[in-house]
């Protein structure tokens, strides 16, 4: 069963930084993206950043220059670097891996998801 796990949430004041970390098990496959996405109050959830199973990367334009998305040691862990943050950052912050079968097919799950929180 695979399990997708984020921490490192919390409340921070307005220019602060945070760092999520997101950490993947159980899967079969070891090819995989893994992504960050956001659903603030009122709002859909939205893409953040995402990392390739090759390591590319991609930043929403609304984050671009204050977040990076990278990889850990072990490969089914990434982490959310948040800098100069905002208060229209605040919202519940989701990791989701997908584990590739071959180049066409893949299996996504999402963990629980991470509230962060910015005061103003």
């Known amino acids: 069963q695979v399990q997708v796990v984020e921490s490192g949430g919390g409340l921070v004041q307005a220019g602060g930084s945070l760092r999520l970390s997101c950490a993947a098990s159980?899967?079969?496959?070891?090819?995989?993206?893994m992504a960050w996405y956001r659903q603030s109050p009122g709002k859909q959830r939205e893409l953040v950043a995402s990392?390739?199973?090759?390591?590319?990367?991609n930043t929403a334009d609304s984050v671009k220059g204050r977040f990076t998305i990278s990889r850990g040691n072990a490969k089914n862990t990434v982490y959310l670097q948040m800098n100069s943050l905002k208060p229209e950052d605040t919202g519940v912050y989701y990791c989701?891996?997908?584990?590739?079968?071959?180049?066409?097919?893949?299996?996504?799950?999402w963990g629980q998801g991470t509230q962060v929180t910015v005061s103003s």
């Open positions: 159980g899967s079969a496959f070891s090819r995989n993206d």
């Open positions: 990392i390739t199973n090759g390591g590319s990367t």
């Open positions: 989701n891996a997908r584990f590739y079968n071959n180049p066409t097919v893949y299996y996504a799950y």
